[in-house]
């Protein structure tokens, strides 16, 4: 599967951004897909994820309550609510997906998009 992460951009802080990743090459909703995040001086961090189905999601404690993935099977899209966002949210987004893992590691996801730039001004 191909993905393509689309929907950054330039923001203030305290604005809503909606990511979205929609998926080529295959049907999406065969894939566990999860989106991640980086800046250059740190290690790809866990956003959150969500299941084949959409029947459950994940995300990392930090971004509990700010931030929500949700996805349409029938687009072969997922996306990424992220509200209230902050400064500290700058970075490149990644969605990712797999057929068989779920987890909060990079690792365990096959198949990624190219990323899609979030900047948050203060």
């Known amino acids: 599967v191909q993905l393509q992460a689309s929907g950054g951009g330039l923001v203030q802080a305290g604005d809503s951004l909606r990511l979205s990743c929609t998926a080529s090459?295959?049907?999406?909703?065969?894939?566990?897909a999860a989106w991640f995040r980086q800046t250059p001086d740190k290690e790809r961090e866990f956003v959150g994820a969500i299941t084949r189905t959409g029947g459950s999601d994940y995300y990392a404690d930090s971004l509990a309550g700010r931030f929500s993935i949700s996805r349409d099977n029938a687009l072969n899209t997922v996306f990424l609510q992220m509200n209230g966002l902050r400064p500290e949210d700058t970075a490149l987004y990644y969605c990712a997906a797999d057929r068989d893992q779920i987890s909060s590691h990079a690792t365990d996801f096959g198949s990624w998009g190219q990323g899609t730039q979030v900047t948050v001004s203060s």
């Open positions: 090459g295959d049907t999406l909703r065969s894939y566990n």
